[in-house]
């Protein structure tokens, strides 16, 4: 139980970190200067690719104490607690609960980063389709389709 718990610490410290990479993605793209995009996005991955390992480390660990306590393989962490005794149950239930929050965070803040990933492209495609030439797209044959010329009036004062 102990190793099993030292994991499940070290997947709560890897979702804190992940909060924390999320949250600078999402400033970095609320700035309006991608310039940092590529290497907080990388961050993200990284830690995500650490949360991965640290899984499989878990399973076996979660795996190793149910033998110990009498259940089968790949219990959940309920009942793994459940089947435990004082102090493991509470030490499990409360990273189950602190998993269940964290997890619930993560989930939003990646949801706000897609949300603003996506408006910026729509933005950046829109103002590009705006002043780009008068192609609209492409034939079922890879041919251009070109629409009417349009005529555009540039304001040269500036």
């Excluded at 890879?142 to 629409?147: D, I, M, P, Q």
């Amino acid at each position: 139980m102990e190793q099993l718990s030292q994991i499940l610490w070290r997947e709560r410290e890897l979702l804190e970190t992940l909060l924390y990479r999320l949250e600078v993605e999402q400033l970095v793209l609320a700035s309006g200067r991608p310039h940092w995009l590529m290497r907080a996005a990388k961050d993200v991955e990284a830690v995500l690719q650490a949360l991965r390992e640290t899984e499989v480390l878990r399973a076996v660990a979660a795996d190793s104490a149910a033998s110990v306590v009498g259940l089968s393989p790949n219990p959940s962490l309920k009942a793994l607690a459940h089947a435990a005794e004082e102090p493991w149950r509470t030490i499990l239930l409360d990273h189950r609960e602190a998993f269940a929050s964290m997890t619930q965070r993560v989930t939003e803040m990646a949801d706000a980063n897609r949300d603003l990933i996506t408006s910026g492209y729509r933005s950046a495609r829109e103002a590009l389709l705006s002043i780009g030439d008068e192609t609209q797209g492409y034939s079922p044959d890879g041919t251009v389709v070109a629409g009417a010329p349009t005529r555009r009036l540039v304001d040269r004062s500036l």
